[in-house]
């Protein structure tokens, strides 16, 4: 196909979306509402998937310390974990330097709790001699004095992922139902365009239009209107998971995990979107076309 | 070259072609008269496919168009220049767009469609009118926009139902002129009129059709139908 060809194609369809007013609105909305569910879903399972990975290589135990709690009684604390069963080292992590971390995996932003804003604890990184002791040794240390906390990670979290589980089936389900809603609508859409342009399409046919070239302006319209309900969900989503990055960052960093950094991790789930939503608004147009658009 | 053999079309039950048998070479000037009903149209829509022929076999230059698929037809179609009885203008295009979207299905350049666009207008007198909509055009001129779009291709053959159907006898005159125009230059031209005056004052060959068979076939014949058609 030629250059203008195609610049005519692209005219024709916006012409086209433009004219079907509300219709297209619904068409946009509706689209816009599926990438939205299905663009947190994503981000949820993704952040899930990375989490328990992590959780299932890590075979420390984190023995927060007490805050206030003097060297020497830390010294005390050291020597009591290194004699528990099974331990292999100890090693002391200081809260500035847990905040180090905090800072390495999400930015300067959190440079802000340095010195005595820190709200971080002093840590004991106890590694085991198998990593099926982890259990026993984090129950162990829980009993010692100036332990605030002790835990090996898995336990909440292989709940919470139990739960997850169940979430994200629901949530898949609920995905695909909305997908083919989305494309529904927007066959729909495209149907009445056709319909109502039933002449129309007769007369080019009679000047001699093939039925690519007919066909051409309402596949881009479908295309078009899956782009254009890609762009909310896009903005809402950069912008709440770089929020709930954020505000998990600290509490998340303190049990040694993270959630997926976003500048990457947004930029593959908005190409996704954008390729769902332009694959939905096209196999929409084609649905209509194949059973309306005939010779 | 066209060529009809044994051509018949039957609607339901009633056939409106019988037993066609019609020879049209290129270069030619034909008018195709007779009654209202007699089959007329009938016969263009073959030409141009919009409808087949129960019976028979229509040839046009290297279209063979009772075997013809669907997907060819467009192709058959960008080879012909149709006047349709009733016009058949994009409703929601100008008299521009209308005449140039007839080039722009066969991907021409944009910078010949907009040189030819601008000259078959200039020919058929709608320049000044190029940016109007069918609805704001009267008949005639709708109907010369329909002539522009049928030419602007430089098909190798023409093809009008009834061009002068509406048309005053100055207009009438200024039309068949613009298809005398394009016939000296090569292109074939066929078209159905009711309209005696004109084929009388422009003699070229003349078939006459009444209840779906040709009854006349003249170089240069005259034509005068009979009163309970006028
Ligand atoms: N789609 C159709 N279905 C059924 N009958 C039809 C159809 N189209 C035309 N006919 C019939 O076929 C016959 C020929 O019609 P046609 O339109 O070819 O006549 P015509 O010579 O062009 O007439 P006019 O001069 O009024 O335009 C008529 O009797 C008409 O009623
Ligand atoms: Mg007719």
Same mark, same amino acid.
């Given at each position: 196909?030629?250059?203008?060809?195609?610049?005519?194609?692209?005219?024709?369809?916006?012409?086209?979306?433009?004219?079907?007013?509300?219709?297209?609105?619904?068409?946009?909305?509706?689209?816009?509402?599926?990438?939205?569910?299905?663009?947190?879903?994503?981000?949820?399972?993704?952040?899930?998937?990375?989490?328990?990975?992590?959780?299932?290589?890590?075979?420390?135990?984190?023995?927060?310390?007490?805050?206030?709690?003097?060297?020497?009684?830390?010294?005390?604390?050291?020597?009591?974990?290194?004699?528990?069963?099974?331990?292999?080292?100890?090693?002391?992590?200081?809260?500035?330097?847990?905040?180090?971390?905090?800072?390495?995996?999400?930015?300067?932003?959190?440079?802000?709790?340095?010195?005595?804003?820190?709200?971080?604890?002093?840590?004991?990184?106890?590694?085991?001699?198998?990593?099926?002791?982890?259990?026993?040794?984090?129950?162990?240390?829980?009993?010692?004095?100036?332990?605030?906390?002790?835990?090996?990670?898995?336990?909440?979290?292989?709940?919470?992922?139990?739960?997850?589980?169940?979430?994200?089936?629901?949530?898949?389900?609920?995905?695909?139902?909305?997908?083919?809603?989305?494309?529904?609508?927007?066959?729909?859409?495209?149907?009445?365009?056709?319909?109502?342009?039933?002449?129309?399409?007769?007369?080019?046919?009679?000047?001699?239009?093939?039925?690519?070239?007919?066909?051409?302006?309402?596949?881009?319209?479908?295309?078009?209107?899956?782009?254009?309900?890609?762009?909310?969900?896009?903005?809402?989503?950069?912008?709440?998971?770089?929020?709930?990055?954020?505000?998990?960052?600290?509490?998340?960093?303190?049990?040694?995990?993270?959630?997926?950094?976003?500048?990457?991790?947004?930029?593959?789930?908005?190409?996704?979107?954008?390729?769902?939503?332009?694959?939905?608004?096209?196999?929409?147009?084609?649905?209509?076309?194949?059973?309306?658009?005939?010779? | 070259?066209?060529?009809?053999?044994?051509?018949?079309?039957?609607?339901?039950?009633?056939?409106?072609?019988?037993?066609?048998?019609?020879?049209?070479?290129?270069?030619?000037?034909?008018?195709?008269?007779?009654?209202?009903?007699?089959?007329?149209?009938?016969?263009?829509?073959?030409?141009?496919?919009?409808?087949?022929?129960?019976?028979?076999?229509?040839?046009?230059?290297?279209?063979?168009?009772?075997?013809?698929?669907?997907?060819?037809?467009?192709?058959?179609?960008?080879?012909?220049?149709?006047?349709?009885?009733?016009?058949?203008?994009?409703?929601?295009? *100008?008299?521009?767009?209308?005449?140039?979207?007839?080039? %722009?299905?066969?991907?021409? $350049? =944009?910078?010949?469609?907009?040189?030819? &666009?601008?000259?078959?207008?200039?020919?058929?007198?709608?320049?000044?009118?190029?940016?109007?909509?069918?609805?704001?055009?009267?008949?005639?001129?709708?109907?010369?926009?329909?002539?522009?779009?049928?030419?602007?291709?430089?098909?190798?053959?023409?093809?009008?139902?009834?061009?002068?159907?509406?048309?005053?006898?100055?207009?009438?005159?200024?039309?068949?002129?613009?298809?005398?125009?394009?016939?000296?230059?090569? *292109?074939?031209?066929?078209?159905?009129?009711?309209?005696? %005056?004109?084929?009388?004052? $422009? =003699?070229?060959?003349?078939?006459?059709? &009444?209840?779906?068979?040709?009854?006349?076939?003249?170089?240069?014949?005259?034509?005068?139908?009979?009163?309970?058609?006028?």
């Amino acid at each position: 196909m030629r250059l203008f060809t195609v610049k005519r194609h692209i005219k024709d369809s916006f012409r086209s979306l433009k004219r079907n007013g509300w219709m297209s609105v619904a068409s946009v909305s509706a689209v816009t509402v599926t990438l939205l569910l299905l663009g947190i879903f994503l981000a949820l399972v993704l952040n899930v998937n990375k989490l328990s990975s992590e959780i299932e290589n890590d075979v420390h135990v984190r023995v927060l310390i007490d805050r206030g709690t003097t060297k020497s009684q830390k010294q005390h604390l050291k020597t009591e974990l290194k004699e528990l069963k099974d331990v292999a080292t100890v090693q002391y992590s200081s809260k500035t330097n847990e905040l180090k971390k905090v800072v390495g995996h999400y930015g300067s932003s959190f440079q802000m709790f340095s010195g005595d804003d820190n709200p971080l604890n002093d840590v004991f990184i106890v590694s085991t001699t198998e990593p099926e002791k982890t259990i026993t040794v984090t129950q162990q240390a829980r009993k010692l004095k100036y332990v605030t906390i002790a835990s090996y990670g898995g336990t909440q979290a292989k709940q919470l992922f139990k739960v997850m589980h169940t979430i994200r089936q629901w949530a898949t389900g609920f995905t695909i139902l909305l997908l083919f809603v989305a494309v529904f609508l927007i066959s729909n859409t495209i149907r009445i365009t056709i319909l109502s342009r039933r002449d129309e399409i007769g007369i080019m046919r009679l000047v001699g239009a093939t039925n690519a070239y007919i066909r051409w302006p309402f596949f881009l319209e479908g295309a078009w209107t899956g782009l254009l309900g890609s762009i909310l969900p896009i903005i809402a989503l950069d912008f709440g998971y770089s929020w709930l990055y954020r505000i998990t960052a600290v509490q998340l960093t303190s049990f040694g995990y993270s959630l997926a950094e976003p500048r990457y991790f947004l930029f593959v789930l908005n190409l996704l979107m954008i390729i769902v939503g332009v694959l939905i608004g096209a196999v929409g147009a084609l649905i209509s076309m194949r059973r309306f658009l005939k010779v | 070259m066209i060529q009809f053999i044994n051509v018949s079309k039957k609607y339901n039950r009633t056939y409106a072609l019988r037993e066609i048998n019609l020879r049209i070479e290129p270069g030619e000037f034909l008018y195709i008269v007779g009654p209202s009903g007699a089959g007329k149209s009938t016969l263009i829509k073959l030409l141009y496919r919009q409808i087949r022929p129960t019976s028979g076999l229509i040839r046009i230059n290297k279209f063979n168009l009772t075997k013809m698929k669907n997907r060819n037809v467009p192709y058959l179609r960008r080879e012909l220049g149709v006047v349709f009885q009733d016009f058949k203008l994009l409703p929601r295009l *100008t008299t521009y767009e209308n005449v140039a979207y007839a080039m %722009e299905v066969t991907e021409k $350049r =944009p910078t010949i469609i907009r040189n030819r &666009v601008m000259d078959v207008l200039n020919l058929v007198g709608l320049a000044s009118k190029s940016r109007r909509f069918p609805d704001e055009l009267s008949g005639g001129e709708q109907q010369r926009v329909a002539i522009a779009r049928a030419i602007v291709n430089r098909p190798k053959i023409v093809i009008a139902d009834e061009p002068t159907g509406n048309l005053d006898p100055q207009t009438s005159a200024e039309i068949i002129n613009i298809f005398e125009n394009v016939n000296r230059q090569g *292109t074939s031209v066929i078209m159905a009129t009711h309209n005696s %005056e004109m084929v009388n004052q $422009r =003699p070229h060959r003349l078939i006459e059709v &009444v209840q779906g068979q040709i009854v006349r076939d003249e170089n240069k014949g005259a034509y005068h139908h009979a009163a309970i058609y006028r």
